[in-house]
């Protein structure tokens, strides 16, 4: 995937800043994000995987973001914690391609599986006597694993396309990761045909998804205007709105970042953007899809129920 083509062994990542007071304060802040990411995506598939009530199509889905959100983070937040205390910000060139790829694996996955679960919701409110009959186990894995495969297919002719490009030994990354309009800023070669890639890549995998979520959305609107019951419109539009929250957080970012053309591109600006997509939305997610869900407080309840119950018995055997 990785052709060496140039003299570039290794590239040095800037940073998002080089003053020390900012990094030190930046390090505390992107650490309890980090954090907070790390606990709420592995306590919402926790939660999912332990509760059997939370064992619907809409919560498998969820279960998945929560993994793929897990992993953008993952794959960025190690590297940019360990470089503020680092003199040279160094990453190997297969370092820099492996970070690239994960990262923008996740992200086109993530597209997928928020068109999933567009999918979900539409079935649920227009077709509610068909939906476990349509949202099978095997259609839920199937969705999945698709958004998967498409997703590694989708990045692998990136990271491709990217590193096809000659770097001539230019290797500062004006970045605190290795992204792709960063990187292709590099190149001592002509840019064109790799910009084009990137711009027909992202733009194939947001209009495809963005046509199905609204689609499915302009489905659902119509079904939900013709109930009589308010109290049913309300409970219809309740189950959407954590999804349409998060869908627009994330494609605003991601049109932000990838769908407008290099000449418009301001790296400290980016800079910004990145960590919004790469650690503040992966933290986000399970915040949304927990403080307005009741099923998901409902089963956290119980939960620590059967912790506290399960701490007193075993203290009670103790003492006795």
Partial sequence: ??????????????????????????FVLFLLICVTSLVGNLGMIALIRLDSR???????????????????????????LVSFFEERKAISVPGCAAQMYFCGFCIIAECYLLAAMAYDRYVAICNPLLYMATMSQKVCVQLAVGSYLIASVGQMVLVSSVFSARFCGLNVI???????????????????????????????????????????????????LRMRSSKGRLKAFSTCASHLTSVSIFYGTMIFMYLRPSSTYSLNQDKVVSV????????????????????????LKRLLKKVLVSFRDQTGKEVS
């Fill in 1 to 26: 995937m990785v052709r060496r083509n140039n003299a570039t062994a290794e590239f040095i990542l800037l940073g998002i800043t080089d003053i020390w007071e900012l990094q030190v304060i930046l």
């Fill in 276 to 299: 919004v997509y790469t650690m503040v939305i992966p933290m986000l997610n399970p915040l949304i899809y927990s403080l307005r869900n009741t099923e998901v407080k409902a089963a």
């Fill in 174 to 224: 004006n970045h605190f990761f290795c992204d792709i309009p960063p990187l292709l800023k590099l190149s001592c070669s002509s840019t064109t045909v790799n910009e084009r890639v990137l711009f027909t890549v992202a733009t194939l995998v947001a209009l495809s998804t963005l046509a199905f979520i609204a689609i499915s959305y302009g489905y659902i609107l119509t079904t939900v």
């Fill in 54 to 80: 939370l064992h619907t199509p809409m919560y498998f889905f969820l279960c998945h973001l929560s993994l793929v959100d897990l992993g953008n983070s993952s794959a960025v937040a190690p590297k940019m």
